[in-house]
């Protein structure tokens, strides 16, 4: 199969996609899980299970542009027109296809391969949907993080990163039962993966271990970490006046240095926080760039096939329109011809025998029957004619609705780019402004 041949396959469900189609019943999607890296198999089997090995098949995605995950058409994948992000890593199995299992494997998955994946066949006209959900999860890591000399307790911190969906985090003790934390506070990183943490104040106990679960219910996925705290950091308080009157120095001084450094952080934070979504709204805006422009490409396919289109149609009526000329001289040629007989009969029409007078009249009425022949074939012609009229008028306005649909989409292409570069010249204000402000920090401090 030629890369051509694969083009007019890729084009015709690409026509199938723009100009529309009738709409099949089915099932809800079937869920299928996977973790970030795992190969997992996308069901999808015929009933009947006919062999499937020469049918024309397409798995996709909607939320996507292009749309095709895989292609598959006269015993062959084909690449023409699949998306960049699943590139090598779709397959079918020949034997599988044998018994009308169309599954699609997928490789190596990735948290952006999560969403509802189409599997789709023109004969025997049948549609399945199935749902991927690809998780990510990674173990938590427990730090101490403070000690509460005044009430002999211990702060604990626990964090984990690198997971999809959002998880939960609880704090468990010994026996498996919950500890009254504060809310988890939890973040999303430009990688779509979630990172979550939370404290908890723990006071000494019969057994001093402590539990940080975080899991994910959908993706069936926990991780947990353990922590034993020595009995010696449960310190009792001593009860004795320069002790209560130096704590309450330290104290004092350690309020003092944590408002300093809140008010630090605070700043530093709001600039981190700014540049952080400055950061995310311009990967959108690339993300959104990258659809807009495989979008168009697909666009000019189109047009540039039904321009072919429409020309070859053009060329079609301009040969009937050639024809139609040709009979038509024909028959007036004809008509001609009836006209000298008829004057060669009342010319001659003393001399005439018997013999030569039915020659005549045979001629005339051959002449008479190609005539109608002639006009049957006009008749047919001009409907001809008018059908492909018809054709290339809604050619015409295919092209012009896509066209002006491609016009639109190139004013989105230029007014994303201008958004981009407006948001690279707020972070460079933004970089230049933190970069002033930590100046000014250092002199202070000199």
């Not at 397409?58 to 992000?85: C, I, S, Y």
């Not at 549609?127 to 990674?138: P, Y």
């Not at 969906?165 to 609880?170: G, M, V």
């Not at 020309?311 to 301009?318: A, F, K, P, V």
Request: charged share 30%; net charge negative.
């Amino acid at each position: 199969m030629t890369h051509y041949e694969d083009g007019l396959a890729v084009a015709f469900l690409l026509l199938t996609h723009f100009i529309g189609g009738g709409s099949l019943p089915i099932d809800p999607p079937q869920l299928v899980t996977a973790m970030v890296g795992d190969d997992v198999v996308l069901p999808c089997l015929l009933d009947p299970p006919p062999d499937a090995v020469s049918m024309t098949m397409e798995w996709g995605r909607a939320d996507m542009k292009p749309r095709f995950v895989l292609v598959w058409h006269d015993g062959k994948e084909l690449l023409t027109g699949q998306n960049e992000a699943f590139k090598g890593r779709t397959s079918l199995s020949i034997s599988g296809l044998k018994r009308g299992d169309v599954s699609l494997k997928l490789s190596s998955v990735k948290v952006s391969d999560s969403g509802t994946y189409r599997c789709y066949l023109q004969k025997p006209n049948q549609e399945h949907l199935v749902q991927l959900l690809v998780g990510a999860a990674s173990s938590p890591a427990i730090s101490l993080a403070g000690l509460h000399l005044a009430s002999s307790a211990v702060l604990l911190h626990c964090e984990s990163r690198g997971w999809y969906p959002e998880p939960e985090l609880l704090w468990l003790d010994a026996e498996g039962k919950l500890l009254s934390a504060g809310l988890p506070e939890t973040l999303r990183g430009p990688d779509d993966l979630y990172s979550v943490s939370s404290s908890v104040t723990v006071e000494k106990r019969h057994r001093n271990s402590f539990t940080c679960r975080v899991q994910q219910r959908n993706i069936n996925q926990t991780r947990e970490t353990l922590i034993t705290v020595p009995e010696d950091f449960f310190v009792a308080p001593a009860v004795c006046t320069p002790c209560v009157a130096f704590s309450v120095v330290f104290a004092f001084l350690f309020v003092i240095i944590v408002v300093v450094l809140l008010v630090w952080r605070r700043r530093h934070k709001i600039t981190d926080t700014k540049t952080q979504q400055s950061l995310m709204e311009e990967e959108r805006r690339r993300e959104d760039l990258k659809k807009k422009e495989e979008e168009q490409k697909d666009l000019i396919q189109i047009i540039d096939l039904l321009t072919e289109q429409n020309n070859e149609l053009i060329e079609q009526r301009d040969k009937v329109g050639e024809q139609m000329k040709k009979l038509q001289k024909q028959e007036e040629e004809n008509e001609e011809k009836v006209d000298l007989v008829e004057k060669d009969e009342r010319e001659k029409e003393g001399e005439k025998t018997e013999g030569k007078g039915h020659g005549l009249l045979k001629m005339r009425r051959i002449i008479t029957e190609n005539n109608w022949k002639l006009q049957e074939r006009k008749e047919e012609l001009q409907q001809l004619s008018v059908n492909l009229d018809k054709i290339s008028k809604k050619s015409i306005d295919d092209l012009n609705r896509l066209t002006e649909k491609k016009k639109n989409l190139d004013i989105d292409v230029e007014k994303i780019k201008k958004q981009l570069e407006e948001i690279q010249r707020a972070q460079c204000l933004l970089l230049a402004c933190f970069n002033r402000e930590e100046g000014g920090e250092r002199r202070e401090d000199r």
